[in-house]
């Protein structure tokens, strides 16, 4: 039987996905249990609500009954935030079914076959080069669940070069992962954070390159050394076993082998490419275009499912073809859905049992009696906690800048280290948690396991923590500001 068409989440990845977020989910249920409910104040600002950091006070625990647990993954579809859900579910079914055209016409492969014939010889160039593209659409544009439609082919390239799964996701949402971290004018995080605290918008960005680059260098050696280690033994990657079926599925594919003429090729590439070039400026407009904002990713999700069936279609696939690869692609992709909204129902079951705020005001109090160091550290660890209960960077800064900010005023650290240890607590976290949808739908394409994920990876958290922690201490020393 023929192999599927496009990205296909393993089903050990997505069981094991599954149990994580279901045994998480009632993790957070006992918690509303046993924390007493709490409540701020909100006030509006800019339009948006934050938090009064002075009106936190202990309220009677809401009606929320332990049988409501097991229904809030689709509970929270019907609260707010639920359209936000719904949208990065159309994105991920719209990605998976264009990239299965993709596939199955045999266009995808002959762009890996090309790119691998243009980069023989000059592999590791290639890794530097890739990782630092995807370092620089993070840190600059705050791109990051955009990078999702990249993924598989990434990984193809991993597998046609003779690396692993976790080269590819390490090229690609990893890569991403920690530009989106080392913000330089992140719009998500720097941008909403520098805003909240009364910054100028995108200040103290030299302090930010220097750390960039950094983090860069330590990354781009975490890939190469390990890149080299299984070209040597390739039984020595974590997932061996995992990526044979997915390996012979690329091996030895060339470019001559196509049945499409060259004039087809690369008319079919150009047209790609348009959509590629009209998503690449969404994503550069929509911070500073709001409307443009609200709709970037059902857009970009639209763009690519376009660019893909029309370039697979020129390319010289038949209609009967692009049929069964697209419904392919959806059911490949389609456990995606669960993950996605387990992941989300963990946030709503802290939210309905009243227990958010608590957390937030007991966090905040061990910085009373913290130096200016010891604050930073804090409001480091404290962006990395939430992180567990709340993806989305911009809502964890309206969220967590209006009670830091005072705080840290209070214990003489600058509101710019402020916003730089807020932004490193919140990106670095997003490739860690199992709460985060990207990560696991990544994992789940790629088959890795989320267990072998944390031990290939710990190294480079360690690494990441530790430049964090010093670059935080140089902030501190300098008194990073303007302020």
Aim: proline residues 5%; charged residues 10%; contains cysteine.
């Amino acid at each position: 039987m023929d192999q599927r068409a496009g990205a296909q989440i393993s089903k050990k990845a997505f069981i094991q996905s599954l149990l994580i977020l279901f045994i998480l989910m009632m993790f957070a249920g006992v918690l509303t249990l046993v924390i007493p409910a709490g409540q701020y104040e909100r006030i509006e600002v800019d339009d948006r609500l934050v938090i009064d950091p002075e009106s936190f006070q202990y309220v009677q625990d809401p009606d929320y009954p332990v049988w409501r647990w097991f229904l809030a993954p689709i509970e929270v579809l019907f609260y707010p935030g639920g359209e936000v859900i719904l949208i990065i579910i159309v994105f991920l079914l719209l990605v998976g079914i264009a990239f299965a055209v993709l596939d199955k016409s045999g266009l995808l492969r002959a762009v890996l076959s090309r790119i691998v014939k243009t980069f023989q010889g000059r592999k590791y160039q290639l890794i530097l080069v890739v990782s630092f593209f995807f370092m620089i659409m993070g840190a600059f544009f705050g791109i990051y669940e955009e990078v999702v439609p990249l993924v598989p082919l990434m990984l193809g390239l991993s597998y046609m070069l003779g690396w692993d799964a976790l080269v590819g996701l390490g090229i690609s949402i990893l890569a991403v992962n920690m530009g989106f971290s080392a913000a330089i004018t992140n719009p998500f995080t720097i941008g909403v954070a520098q805003k909240l605290a009364g910054l100028p918008l995108f200040s103290g960005a030299l302090f930010r390159v220097v750390a960039f680059i950094v983090i860069y260098l330590v990354f781009a050696a975490f890939l190469l050394r390990y890149a080299r280690k299984i070209e040597k033994d390739p039984e020595s990657s974590p997932v061996f076993g995992e990526d044979n079926v997915e390996r012979s599925h690329y091996a030895g594919y060339k470019l001559e082998e196509g049945d499409a003429p060259v004039n087809s090729f690369r008319k079919a590439i150009v047209f790609f490419l348009i959509f590629i070039a009209l998503i690449l400026v969404i994503l550069i407009l929509s911070p500073f275009i709001p409307i443009i904002a609200v709709i970037s990713m059902p857009l970009v999700g639209l763009l690519f499912f376009i660019g893909g069936i029309g370039a697979s279609l020129i390319y010289g696939a038949r209609p009967k073809l692009v049929g069964k690869a697209a419904m392919e692609g959806l059911i490949g992709i389609s456990p995606a859905i669960p993950l996605v909204l387990m992941a989300a129902s963990i946030r709503h079951i802290v939210y309905m049992g009243g227990i958010l705020d608590t957390i937030l005001y007991q966090a905040s109090q061990p910085f009373l009696n913290a130096g200016p160091y010891g604050a930073a550290v804090l409001i480091y660890a404290l962006a990395l906690f939430i992180e567990f209960f709340i993806a989305s960077g911009s809502a964890k800064a309206f969220l967590l800048m209006p009670i830091l900010i005072p705080l840290a005023d209070l214990v003489g650290v600058t509101r710019q280290t402020t916003v730089t240890a807020y932004c490193f607590g919140d990106g670095f976290s997003n490739l860690m948690y199992p709460t985060n949808p990207v990560l696991l739908i990544c994992l789940g394409l790629a088959t890795v396991g989320y267990s072998k994920w944390m031990r290939w990876s710990f190294r480079l958290w360690g690494w990441v923590l530790l430049i964090t922690l010093v670059f935080l201490g140089i902030a501190v020393a300098i008194n990073y500001g303007p302020f």
